[in-house]
Every structure is written in C-alpha cells, then in structure tokens.
C-alpha cells in the first residue's frame, strides 16, 4: 500500500493544515491532556492485512467507518484508482459526512426507522448510493412507501441473523420471501447483509474460522432462497473484524465489512486477532498524584477519557480500562489502568511487579480495550507515525477531526 501524503498539523489551530516553513512541529508533549493518538503507520499496516485477505478472497472490501469516523482515515483505505473506497457507515451523520467528502457508495448498516427516510433521501437526490438495512415487513412497506412517494428507488438490505447476537431475519424466516417481494416491487430489494457478533467471543481460531463459516453459511443460505423465489440478489455482505481476519471461503459473498480492524484494541488483540503492536490508537494522560499507600497512580485520564468500556474482564487476561505504555508507545511491564471515575484514571501494577516511579506531570499513553468506545471520547486524533526515527516527544503529523452525532 503506497503511503499517503500526511499533513503536518498547525500548532495554532484545531483543524490540520500545512506549517509554515518557520514553524515548529507539535509533539505529544505539548497539546494538553487527554487527548487521542493515532499511528499512522499501524493503520496503514492493518488496512493493508485485510485488503490483502479480502483481495485473496474475491470479495469487495467494504470498510466500516463508525471505528476512526475520519475522512482522514478512509483516506488511506481508497483503491489503487485513487478512488474513495466504499464505506459502511452507522449514523445517518456518518453517511452526510462521508458523502460530503466524495464517497458515493455507502451502507447504512443500522436498521432504518422510518422517520430517517427523508435524509436518505436527500442523499440519493445527490447522486449517493446509500442502501438502507430492515429485518421488518413493516420497515420493507416504509421503504417502498416513500420510494415511490419520491419516485426513487431506495437501494435496501435484508438483514439476516447468523448467529442470535441481535437484530435480522434466520435464513429459513418465511418473512423473508415476503419481505423481498415487497422491496422488489417497489425496486428497492439490494441484497442481504449478515454481520457475525457473536465473533467477538470466539477466543480461538477454530472458533472464529467457524463463525465466519457460519457467517458466510446464513447469508448465503438467505440469498438462495430470494432467488428461488424469483427475486434478485446482488449483493451478499457479511463481516465482522474476527470473522473478516479468518474466513477461508466466501464462495457466495459478494463484499466483506470490517471497522475496529484499522485502529484493533486490546479485545482484538485477547482474541488473537491481532498483536498489541498492532493497536493504533491510545490515549495521552498525565500523571497528577500518587497513593504510594494504596499502591497507585492517578492521572487526568478516567472514563471520559477512555469510555467505561471493560470489554477484556471476560477475557483470560483482564486488562483493566487499559495497558500503559511511556509517550514513544513502549509498554511498561505491568503497569495497567484498573480503574476510573469521570477525570481520574487509577493505575496499578500487576500481581508479581513493581509499581514505578513516575513524577508527577509524567505523560503516558494508554492502550484501549474498545477502539471505537474510546475514540468517541474525542473530536479527533493527533496523528503519529512510528515508522519514524528520532529522539525526544514523537512528533504530531497532522491533526485529523472525527465526524460526530447521528
């Protein structure tokens, strides 16, 4: 993957620009605290891994933004044409955002409330391709209602539930012909889409190579049966970070969604989906007082910071709100965020080690468990590229802003 030109970030300003020749480049030492990093140089890492997979496999790769929600980022996931990649989106704010910045071909991967379709709308009067997802006869009769008020088709999505996790339609519903009549109909029916949640508690490979298969097995099941019934089936989605990382064959899908694989955390990494070399993203904090009696650290960064996500306390090793690493990404042994209030982060070191010395106004930096939890704390990331030799504070590459709201 050829790599993008980065911008250097303003120091004055909060949105990326280019410097002056006479100004200084910001370092991770200086914004104040906390805020979000990004490496550069993971991501471009990660985004390559899956591209590779997904090219291997024959499927369209189709990003899932609602991790970075960057323009910035998706930036770096477009194809050798240099054209913006199709992207799968989970707000309609997304969507606008992501179309605003010249992507036309999007999904709206979260099932659609009727009172939205005039936003999807306006979308499509511009030219976007954005499909919509239902599970519901009555969802289906709202699509077609108002795509034939607005005499345009309204692409749509038949969600198919693969594994119990949550939303979509089994495979063998017998709603689901009925509900592709009525798309079809009304020339709305794009597809179904699958989406392997329960993934996320596949703690083996084997145990993640099955649910993809399972994945895959139920959307294409849900495909077959539409098209015996006469009704067209172009696309077949499915897709999840840990099935994405290890389907064998997607014989029968059409395209693969992944959004936590760009930025990975410390749940994927206890999953083995990934290494904790991999995760792009942490969290800057301060140290601001020390408990040496109750044997901890306290820093400027608690929950509001990192999200109250402590998706890794299911996991064999529990790793708090977070690992701690010093300001240049190195982990320090031990050393792990165990608890947080609003503005507090508590660390603590691990049975077996010592705590360490860290004076007062020491900045860290703090590995989340929930990527996508965690850079929702954030109106953007300063942007880092590890690939990059030097001494002293790793320098800000560029500030890039998150699209937010719904």
């Not at 942490?282 to 990192?306: C, F, K, N, Q, Y």
């Given at each position: 993957m050829k790599r993008p030109d980065i911008l250097t970030v303003n120091t004055t300003a909060a949105t990326p620009g280019p410097l002056p020749a006479?100004?200084?480049?910001?370092?991770?030492?200086?914004?104040?605290?906390?805020?979000?990093?990004?490496?550069?140089?993971?991501?471009?890492?990660?985004?390559?891994?899956?591209?590779?997979?997904?090219?291997?496999?024959?499927?369209?790769?189709?990003?899932?933004v609602k991790t970075a929600k960057s323009l910035d980022v998706a930036a770096l996931l477009r194809d050798p044409s240099g054209a913006p990649c199709p992207v799968t989106v989970s707000t309609l704010a997304e969507a606008e955002a992501f179309a605003d910045g010249?992507?036309?071909?999007l999904t709206y991967a979260v099932g659609i409330a009727p009172h939205k379709l005039p936003r999807v709308l306006a979308l499509l009067r511009r030219g976007v391709r954005l499909r919509v997802l239902l599970d519901s006869g009555a969802q289906a009769e709202a699509v077609a209602e108002a795509a034939r008020g607005?005499?345009?088709?309204?692409?749509?999505?038949?969600?198919?539930?693969?594994?119990?996790?949550?939303?979509?339609?089994?495979p063998e519903d017998p709603a689901l012909t009925d509900i592709g009549r009525v798309l079809h109909e009304a020339g709305c029916l794009d597809g179904v889409l699958a989406h392997a949640g329960e993934s996320y508690f596949a703690t083996t490979p084997e145990a993640r190579r099955r649910a993809a298969e399972q994945e895959r097995d139920a959307a294409v099941t849900a495909a077959e049966r539409l098209r015996a019934a006469g009704l067209p089936v172009p696309v077949v989605s499915v897709g999840s970070t840990p099935t994405a990382h290890a389907a064998e064959d997607l014989g029968g899908v059409t395209e693969l969604r992944a959004g936590n694989y760009v930025f990975f955390d410390l749940v994927m990494a206890g999953l083995g989906v990934c290494r904790v070399d991999d995760l792009a993203l942490?969290?800057?904090?301060?140290?601001?007082?020390?408990?040496?009696?109750?044997?901890?650290?306290?820093?400027?960064?608690?929950?509001?910071?990192?999200s109250r996500d402590r998706g890794?306390?299911?996991?064999?090793?529990?790793?708090?709100?977070?690992?701690?690493?010093?300001?240049?990404?190195?982990?320090?042994?031990?050393?792990?965020?165990?608890?947080?209030s609003q503005e507090h982060g508590i660390l603590t070191a691990r049975e077996g080690t010592d705590l360490p010395e860290l004076p007062l106004g020491t900045r860290l930096r703090?590995?989340?468990?929930?990527?996508?939890?965690?850079?929702?704390?954030?109106?953007?990331?300063?942007?880092?590229?590890?690939?990059?030799?030097?001494?002293?504070?790793?320098?800000?590459?560029?500030y890039w802003p998150r699209v937010t709201g719904w």
């Open positions: 006479t100004a200084r480049t910001l370092t991770l030492a200086e914004p104040d605290t906390p805020f979000a990093v990004v490496d550069v140089h993971r991501v471009l890492r990660n985004a390559e891994r899956l591209a590779r997979r997904a090219e291997r496999l024959g499927v369209v790769l189709r990003p899932h010249g992507h036309t071909d607005a005499g345009l088709a309204i692409p749509a999505q038949i969600e198919i539930d693969c594994d119990g996790h949550r939303g979509g339609l089994r942490s969290v800057v904090v301060t140290v601001i007082g020390h408990r040496p009696e109750l044997g901890r650290i306290l820093t400027d960064g608690g929950w509001m910071a990192m890794t306390a299911r996991q064999a090793q529990d790793q708090g709100y977070g690992l701690v690493t010093d300001l240049d990404g190195r982990l320090l042994p031990g050393l792990v965020m165990t608890d947080a703090i590995l989340p468990n929930h990527a996508c939890a965690t850079a929702a704390q954030h109106r953007g990331y300063h942007v880092v590229d590890s690939s990059r030799t030097g001494t002293g504070a790793p320098e800000a590459v560029a």
